[in-house]
T-cell receptor, first 111, second 114 residues
Framework: DAKTTQPPSMDCAEGRAANLPCNHS???????VYWYRQIHSQGPQYIIH?????ETNEMASLIITEDKKSSTLILPHATLRDTAVYYC????????????WGAGTKLIIKP | DVKVTQSSRYLVKRTGEKVFLECVQD?????MFWYRQDPGLGLRLIYF???????EKGDIPEGYSVSREKKERFSLILESASTNQTSMYLC?????????????FGSGTRLTVV
């Protein structure tokens, strides 16, 4: 599975959109981009995933560039409860391969 | 709501004790995983299982063993606990047939070995 690069930390004002970038320049055509987040002292929580098209669900939007080499997770109206570590992971979608976890981005939402 | 349940949220054990961490999932997932998480080191895979009675070593299996006698239950065993096994332990499950192929995690067990 391809590796990902994320900034170690970001700040965002409450009520604004939080845009979290992720680079995955070695991704292949059959690899999905997954996003998880981990709120302090809890297990990671699935947010969203996509293959090549942009995706949206009740939690977030995922924008994947046309060449798939990078993506952006968007939290449209960040709240204090969105403060967490956000992980971007790429993997083959329906394989049994385990996820490879990087350091993620520590997102701090400020009032 | 689907769940992965870890038996204990916090545990304190003595050095040399045999420790059992239990994980149960109610999603009929084939795959189950045990991770430990330490500050600055991220999530590291200890063991995983793709089926009942099947197990595979992850990145850091030393000092641990696992048991999967039933599909819904995956146990992590510390044969003789040591202080360097003080950590947050996370269980997860997944299935190739699940909607998002992703992982569902438990809330974690914070183990302290004294």
């Amino acid at each position: 599975d391809a590796k990902t690069t994320q900034p170690p930390s970001m700040d965002c004002a409450e009520g604004r959109a939080a845009n979290l970038p992720c680079n995955h320049s070695t991704i292949s055509g059959n690899e999905y981009v997954y996003w998880y987040r981990q709120i302090h002292s809890q297990g990671p929580q699935y947010i969203i995933h996509g293959l090549k098209n942009n995706e949206t669900n009740e939690m977030a939007s995922l924008i994947i560039t046309e060449d798939k080499k990078s993506s952006t997770l968007i939290l449209p109206h960040a709240t204090l409860r969105d403060t967490a570590v956000y992980y971007c992971i790429v993997r083959v979608g329906n394989s049994n391969y385990q996820l490879i976890w990087g350091a993620g981005t520590k997102l701090i939402i400020k009032p | 709501d689907v769940k992965v349940t870890q038996s204990s949220r916090y545990l304190v054990k003595r050095t040399g004790e045999k420790v059992f961490l239990e994980c149960v999932q109610d999603m009929d997932h084939e795959n189950m995983f045990w991770y430990r998480q330490d500050p600055g080191l991220g999530l590291r895979l200890i063991y995983f299982s793709y089926d009942v009675k099947m197990k595979e070593k992850g990145d850091i299996p030393e000092g641990y063993s696992v048991s999967r006698e039933k599909k819904e239950r995956f146990s992590l065993i510390l044969e003789s606990a040591s202080t360097n096994q003080t950590s947050m332990y996370l269980c997860a499950s997944s299935s190739p047939g699940a909607e998002n192929y992703g992982y569902t995690f438990g809330s974690g067990t914070r183990l302290t070995v004294v």
